[in-house]
């Protein structure tokens, strides 16, 4: 049976929709019953009994039907939700569904005043949709449904498509067993087994494909698709306990999503990168040149804190990954931290609380400061220390600060020219720099000898920028009179290793295991904020917030394709690029490029109607100084 003619038989249940529509009708209807769960349960188990083909359809549909009672006001609560809940990929697909509405057929063991309602707003016909009719009574209730509908029966969609006679290819897509009888009977040419909302082993092991999303179907038929490749090829790795919110957003767009607790050494991260898209890591992995080595796959690299000392950002480059971070996303979590330990180690309230829980009962005011009228010393003038330098002048203390970089002072800060100045000046000293190799040591024995006898001391930056033992040897002295540390120069890479460091047993030393920006509240922001810049890269190719591409912000693309070209930044690239599209007759609709020291990157929109793909592309990544092509639509 091989035409030109193809037919869609589509699903709705957990296939166009992501829930079982009667599953929801049951929801909506037992509000407020008190047995509401017990039946919900038992409506579930039954319906997943059918789906696998362990209780026939028609017994489990008699079953469920038995235990409803639902009117017509229930019936469009239920509409009302699943609207909303449309499977992300056919939401996505929208426009195939449109353009194909004449081929596909919903045909469903459901409920014809639930699916309709729903489908129609992505153009399919009344007469393409099929399903079971429920029956009311003078009330508005439901009391039966039409068991005369080939769909209530046994094989009721293999009898369904039989009376059709559709005279070409059909293509069945859905989840359960009652959609694989449709191939099995020799009506349809391939089932595809759709597990984007569940996945049934007892259906997907007779599937002729498994594809976790309509774009892998459309891909898979050579079909127009929202997505030029289908994200549901595409994997995701996540590492040292990312925020369930970027597990949550990358899924939802389609990837395979995988997370670590913990964090990788370099041979475990080359081993587990080979097949990776996106990389997501926090601040103990290390993303190095021998790592890139082995990532052919790898499209970006997110950074979810501030820092990215961990990444080769230069070899990222060279190898046109591009890569982002959340400067600002906790910033105010890691101000807060601060402030608590100035405040606390100011107050001495560790020993006071440690001698409590001793039973040492020690009132007294000796060594307890209030920090109104102190001098804070800030190391570093960026998204943390300016915010800092604003509370803390709330506070009333005066607020000093050092930074290589030229900045603009907030409220009554003063900078100050070098930083053994600023040291000999403060009465806490409070370390917000960044990651860079230069920064190793940047306090050491000669600067805590700079320092005020008494000294307060904070470190919430990178841990390397300490000496440790210099500083251990201050506290000792009593030189620094308490200080609060939440990095080190080497950390635990996971909760079951045990912390080493000089500072352990210390008197009026707060030690936390870098947690200046793990609260809830940042930790969701940066699962937002560093997916939502990586989605715009992989999805529009636009590269804002990058901290190694060249920074450009392109509008969305409609009715076009988009071509990405990184490239080594020397002369003629564009001319090549445009060379080659008017050798193949294409006509340009929008063109960017910006270039950064080393790369550049050249967005070109195109005609929607562009033929020859392959042969364009092959062109373009033949152009020398290539470094990577992409290709959108």
């Known amino acids: 049976m091989t035409t030109d003619k193809q037919y869609f038989i589509i699903d709705f249940d957990s296939t166009f929709i992501k829930d079982e529509s009667l599953d929801v009708l049951f929801e909506v209807s037992l509000q407020g019953n008190p047995e509401k769960d017990e039946v919900v349960n038992e409506i579930k188990k039954i319906t997943n009994l059918g789906m696998e083909g362990r209780l026939s359809f028609s017994e489990s549909l008699q079953a469920r039907v038995k235990l409803l009672k639902a009117n017509k006001t229930h019936i469009q609560k239920t509409v009302d939700l699943l609207k909303e809940r449309v499977s992300n990929s056919f939401i996505r697909n929208k426009k195939f569904i449109e353009q194909y509405k004449k081929d596909i057929y919903i045909i469903s063991g459901g409920f014809y005043d639930i699916i309709y309602p729903i489908v129609a707003e992505y153009g399919i016909e009344p007469s393409h949709v099929f399903a079971n009719e429920f029956i009311y009574d003078a009330n508005g209730f439901i009391s039966g449904f039409n068991t005369e509908n080939l769909l209530s029966q046994t094989k009721g969609k293999v009898l369904k498509i039989k009376s059709l006679d559709l005279k070409g290819d059909v293509f069945v897509i859905g989840d359960g067993f009652t959609d694989y009888e449709i191939k099995e009977s020799g009506l349809a040419n391939k089932f595809f087994a759709f597990t984007e909302n569940v996945k049934r082993d007892s259906v997907t092991a007779k599937a002729d494909h498994i594809v976790p999303s309509l774009d892998e179907f459309l891909f898979l038929n050579s079909l127009p698709r929202a997505q030029s490749y289908p994200k549901s090829r595409m994997n995701v790795l996540l590492l040292e306990n990312i925020h369930p919110e970027a597990v949550r957003l990358f899924k939802e767009e389609g990837y395979n999503v995988e997370t670590v607790k913990g964090a990788l050494d370099e041979d475990e991260l080359c081993e587990r990168i080979k097949d990776v898209s996106i990389l997501g890591i926090r601040s103990k992995t290390n993303v190095t040149a021998k790592v890139l080595e ?241 989605l715009e890269y992989v999805n529009s190719g636009t590269t804002y917030g990058s901290v190694n591409f060249p920074q450009i912000q392109l509008p969305e693309l409609h009715n076009a394709h988009r071509l990405m070209h990184v490239h080594d930044n020397v002369p003629g690239i564009l001319a090549s690029i445009n060379n080659i599209l008017a050798k193949h007759n294409i006509n340009i609709l929008g063109q960017y490029l910006k270039t950064n020291e080393s790369i550049g990157y050249v967005i070109t929109d195109i005609a929607d109607d562009v033929r020859h793909h392959e042969d364009l592309v092959k062109d373009l990544k033949s152009i020398p100084g290539t470094i990577r092509h992409r290709m959108l639509y």
């Not at 790898?298 to 820092?307: E, N, Q, T």
């Not at 000046?425 to 320092?451: C, P, Q, Y």
């Open 294 to 534: 082995n990532a052919n796959k790898l499209i970006s690299v997110g950074a979810f804190c501030i820092g990215t000392n961990q990444i080769d950002l230069k070899a990222c480059m060279r190898k046109g990954v591009a890569c982002f971070n959340a400067p600002y996303s906790n910033t105010r979590s890691v101000v807060e931290l601060t402030i608590g330990s100035i405040i606390m180690l100011s107050r001495d309230i560790i020993g006071k609380s440690n001698g409590m829980h001793q039973g040492k009962w020690d009132k007294s005011a000796t060594g307890s400061h209030e920090v109104r009228g102190k001098k804070l010393g800030l190391v570093g003038y960026g998204n943390i220390g300016t915010q800092l330098s604003v509370l803390a002048e709330a506070l009333g203390m005066e607020v000093y600060y050092y930074d290589v970089v030229e900045k603009l002072q907030l409220g009554n800060a003063k900078k100050c020219k070098t930083l053994h100045e600023l040291l000999g000046i403060v009465d806490f000293l409070s370390l917000h720099v960044d990651g860079r190799a230069t920064n190793k040591n940047l306090i050491g024995e000669a600067e805590f000898k700079a320092m005020k006898d008494g000294v307060i001391f904070c470190n919430m930056s990178r841990g390397h920028v300490v000496d440790v033992q210099a500083l251990a040897n201050a506290i000792k002295s009593g030189k620094v009179k308490g200080c609060a540390v939440d990095v080190f120069p080497y950390e635990p890479k996971t909760n079951n290793e045990e912390f080493l460091s000089e500072l352990r047993g210390l008197p009026n030393v707060i030690l936390t295991p870098h947690i200046g920006g793990s609260t809830e509240e940042a930790q969701f922001n940066i699962g937002q904020f560093v997916p939502g810049r990586i």
